[in-house]
């Protein structure tokens, strides 16, 4: 993944301290402790009622459920002991073999699914000092749960600790009632192009993911300002009806074993950051991948070797420290080493796995793991390769993955990539990542006029051939040193997520800089008009398949270009078409601003975003290049389509439709939508009825693509069959 520098940003509008924590309620009904109520007693447990706050005993389905728990006093010093004295003669709450708590719900019809309970402090947040400042909780054992069944779910509560050999044990009760919600999401193997796209599990309908990456809220830190700005990026991508994100889980922010891998205390408000986050996007149907960054194996600038990870990389990776681990290899193999990594999941899931926003787990960028993995081996080893490197990761991974399904109960889908995808995962017989994963996820930076046409649509086409999964472009953008584009203009990016949209990807690319200028810029404000293009669109009921077209193959002179996806029934058709010779590069005359980056490589004033990063202060880049012009590059820049009738505007191809033969034609309209402004409109002017041809296509005029509106989505749809042309 590309670099994402934070300068530290301190809110200091407020002194106000507040909090979002809930006040417990007494649990409703019976309760079968067998216990004496006496916290002095070694076996005492009480319970209370956290959300949904104002009913206790009673929740929504699929809403956030969440139970906290009083432990005796004696089992509460002892891990007061561990946490306050690092006295191991204590008890370590985040250590399953100290203290086990577990919760198996019993559904209405009879499934029972083990969840476990989870050690929990509460913050506030102090907006003056931008810091967490510790709250305090008489439960500090939670249990969260989101049920997917209406009726009467049971409980039953174990607590198993080193100083007590019997469990504690109670039961307990609540009430589930419908709710609107529409489900996990989940993917399909029916064989046909529906596998494409995921679906909501309560409704059925196709989800078509509207989304970018929103990170992380900070680089060597997660203080309240860094979590708000996060949020603030999730509530942006909601306003626009967006309904998909990825989150780092990031060793500096919600990642449990950093920086100490036995011992998630000190992480406890940056995880509590992270439940607001999560929180937002459960209350606004966003659903979201967590991936874990491949900085943990990478050197740093104090390391031979370095990268611009410093702070949170092998250098510092609290495996490498904490157990002697000499070798990156070390990391995936030793086995106490994989015995706290599944620890830390367990925690991980037991807070966050409850979730049906939580749709993906996986690893990004898998080959900048295990670089430096057959770098070291190498030295003793000429022979160890990347595909040994690879088969070790892919292990330790499968591993974890069992874990997660079969010890924690869980259903999260699994989601891994590669920065660039090694050719023997270009095998659907490999035994790797990808076959292992449940969709494919891309990645791909570019700043060429031909990234979307040809690269990001050819890698989705031949990876859904390959291993007909669903693809996501996930992450995607301007080459990073080509930044100070986003000062000047958001072209690429509205290309970028129309395009992705029409590749049969489950949803528009996934831009990797919201942080330095897609959300700053208002450039986001794009995936509102995607986002009403398909709404209503059931991707997966008409099988969609893409197509694409150009007026000329070579990209240097090309103009128009078109992709759009197709009905297997042939009767309606999702598109976009656009002015090829507009992108950054041509749009001197435009925006001084790009003029400027073409003679001087950078920019003269800063280029400032949201947590006060000046995207202008990053080395001068190659703006000239040879590889960035086309053939109107120097002979005008963008040319405009333009024709004040549309007959003598020029023609594209839409293909796979109904072939028409003889004197009854198959008939279709086509309808052009504008999308440069803040909403889609039908542009009716554009409107056109045609007939098809014998090779199943048609060839409408397209619409003016000129400064004022360079593309168009478009919608076919069949009007029937008949000899004479259907009135409009």
């Known amino acids: 993944m590309k670099t994402s520098y934070s300068l530290l940003f301190f809110v200091l509008f407020s002194s106000v301290l507040w909090s979002q924590n809930h006040a417990p309620l007494p649990f409703p009904g019976s309760q079968t402790h067998g216990v004496k109520k006496n916290a002095s007693d070694p076996t005492f447990i009480q319970s209370a009622w956290f959300l949904p706050s104002g009913t206790p005993g009673s929740t929504a389905k699929y809403a956030k459920t969440e139970f906290g728990f009083q432990i005796s006093e004696d089992l509460q010093k ?26 198996n719900f019993t559904s209405p019809t009879g499934v029972i699914t083990k969840r476990y309970g989870f050690y929990y402090l509460p913050y506030l947040e102090n907006i003056a000092l931008d810091k967490w400042d510790s709250d305090t909780t ?56 529906a596998d494409r796209y995921l679906y909501y599990s309560e409704t059925g309908e196709t989800f078509f993911a509207i989304s970018n990456n929103i990170s992380s809220g900070g680089f060597f830190t997660y203080k309240p300002s860094q979590n708000q700005r996060q949020m603030k990026g999730v509530q942006q991508l909601i306003d626009v009806g967006g309904n998909f994100t990825r989150f780092d889980m990031q060793p500096q922010a919600a990642l449990p074993d950093w920086p100490v891998y036995n011992n998630y205390n000190g992480k406890q408000d940056e995880m509590y950051g992270f439940d607001r986050l999560v929180e937002l996007c459960e209350k606004n149907g966003v659903y979201f991948i967590i991936f874990r960054h491949h900085v943990e194996l990478m050197d740093s600038y104090f390391n031979p070797g370095g990268s611009d990870w410093s702070g949170v990389s092998w250098f510092d990776n609290p495996y490498r420290m904490g157990l002697s681990l000499s070798r990156k290899v070390d990391y995936l193999t030793n086995e106490e080493a ?15 796995g409850y979730s049906p926003s939580f749709s993906f787990y996986g690893y990004s960028e898998v080959n900048n793991w295990y670089s430096g993995i057959v770098k070291d081996e190498k030295k003793t080893n000429p022979k160890y390769s990347e595909e040994d490197a690879l088969t070790v990761f892919k292990d330790w991974f499968v591993n974890q993955k069992t874990h997660i399904q079969k010890d924690l109960s869980q259903t999260v889908l699994f989601s891994n990539s590669f920065s660039s995808i090694p050719s023997f995962e270009k095998n659907s017989n490999f035994n790797g990542m990808l076959k292992n994963s449940d969709v494919v996820s891309i990645h791909d930076y570019e700043t060429i006029k ?4 040809k690269g990001r649509y050819t890698s989705v086409f031949n990876y859904w051939n390959l291993y007909k999964k669903p693809v996501i472009i996930e992450e995607m953008g301007i080459s990073d040193n080509k930044l100070r584009i986003y000062c000047c203009t958001g072209i690429e990016y509205h290309n970028s997520v129309w395009s992705t949209a029409m590749m049969g990807c489950f949803g528009s690319g996934m831009d990797w800089w919201w942080d330095r ?104 880049g190659d703006y000239a290049g040879q590889r960035f012009k086309d053939a109107y590059t120097e002979s005008g820049g963008a040319q405009p389509i333009s024709s004040e009738k549309l007959e003598n505007n020029p023609t594209f191809k839409i293909s796979g439709l109904k072939a028409s033969y003889g004197r009854e034609k198959n008939w279709y309209k086509i309808e052009f939508y504008q999308t440069n402004g803040t909403k889609l409109i039908l542009d009716p002017k554009y409107t056109q009825i045609l007939s098809s041809n014998a090779r199943s296509a048609i060839s409408p005029n397209v619409p003016n693509l000129d400064k004022e509106n360079p593309d168009y989505s478009f919608k076919v749809t069949f009007l029937g069959k008949s000899k004479e042309k259907p009135a409009q």
Request: charged fraction near 25%.
């Open 78 to 103: 002892k891990i007061q002991l561990f946490l306050q004295k690092n006295d191991t003669t204590g008890i370590n709450p985040f250590d399953p073999d100290h203290i086990n708590f577990e919760a």
């Open 450 to 453: 031909d990234v979307n046409f």
């Open 338 to 352: 994989k015995e706290w990594q599944l620890k830390s999941l367990r925690y991980v899931f037991s807070r966050w």
């Open 517 to 620: 200028g897609v959300h700053d810029f208002g450039y986001y404000l794009n995936l509102g008009l995607v986002q009403s293009f398909f709404k209503g669109e059931d991707l997966r009921k008409m099988n969609y398949t893409p197509q694409k077209w150009s007026d000329t193959r070579s990209v240097a002179s090309r103009k128009i270009e078109m992709l759009a996806l197709t009905s297997e029934n042939q009767e309606r058709v999702l598109g976009w078409v656009h002015n090829a010779t507009f992108y950054w590069r041509n749009l001197e005359s435009e925006y001084p601003c790009i003029k400027e980056l073409i003679d001087r490589s950078q920019l003269k004033y800063g280029c400032i975003v949201g947590d006060g990063y000046d995207i202008n202060s990053e080395g001068p």
């Open 138 to 193: 008489a439960y500090p054992w939670r249990v969260r749960f989101a049920p997917n069944e209406i009726g009467t779910w049971k409980i039953a509560i174990s607590v198993s600790s080193k100083s007590h050999n019997t469990p504690t044990k109670i039961e307990l009760s609540f009430e589930c009632t419908s709710s609107n919600h529409k489900g996990i999401l989940k993917k399909s193997e029916t064989g046909t192009n």
